[in-house]
């Protein structure tokens, strides 16, 4: 059984305070076409940070990926979806996606994206668990280094629950 945190790990402020943060370093450091979010657990980074941005010519395409099954474990498989319909030949992407654990989901997409034709790619990730990195891979926007904890909230989950929270908190085992 797990339970949350007594506290959040990262209170809504400070998130909406990073994510401007990011937004302008992007406005500042990329020109890109289209947006691509990893759902589901993106969902919530990528409209706040959208609505952040300055670049309000480009398009915004979902994939869906998944490697967790269920529980706290990768499966390590990964299952993209959704990523043919996007017409990404020649075009400049940025990926955001919630939190880089193993780096297997951003490694694998930037394999995809680069197949399909895209002329430059970078990344964004709300947070970076640097300890659990099992493929070399970097992203180019992070927006908090954090442990190696299971964290949930703000779009991320555990067995689907959690995602709508405004902060990020830790689950704890009880
Ligand atoms: P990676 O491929 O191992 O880097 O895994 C990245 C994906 O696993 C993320 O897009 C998340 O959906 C999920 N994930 C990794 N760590 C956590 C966590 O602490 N809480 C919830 N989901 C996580
Ligand atoms: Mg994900």
Redesign the pocket.
């Known amino acids: 059984m797990y339970k949350m945190s007594a506290k959040p790990m990262i209170p809504a402020e400070k998130i909406q305070a990073r994510v401007q943060e990011i937004a302008a370093d992007i406005n500042n450091s990329y020109e890109f076409d289209i947006v691509l979010s990893?759902l589901?657990?993106?969902f919530m980074f990528t409209t706040d940070l959208c609505r952040a941005m300055a670049n309000f010519k480009h398009r915004i395409a979902f994939i869906k990926?998944?490697?967790?099954g269920s529980g706290?474990e990768?499966s390590g498989k990964?299952k993209v979806s959704g990523i043919d319909g996007i017409d990404i030949k020649g075009k400049r992407v940025l990926i955001v996606?919630?939190?880089?654990?193993?780096?297997?989901?951003?490694?694998?997409l930037v394999g995809m994206l680069k197949e399909a034709g895209a002329t430059e790619i970078k990344t964004c990730v709300l947070?970076n668990?640097e300890a659990?990195r099992?493929v070399d891979y970097h992203a180019d926007y992070v927006g908090f280094e954090i442990e190696n904890?299971?964290?949930?909230g703000y779009g991320?989950?555990?067995d689907q629950d959690y995602r709508t929270l405004p902060e990020i908190w830790t689950?704890e085992e009880v």
């Open positions: 990893a589901t657990g993106a990926a998944s490697s967790y706290m990768s990964l996606d919630d939190i880089l654990d193993t780096g297997r989901t951003m490694y694998t947070m668990k659990r099992a904890e299971f964290v949930v991320l989950d555990y689950l």
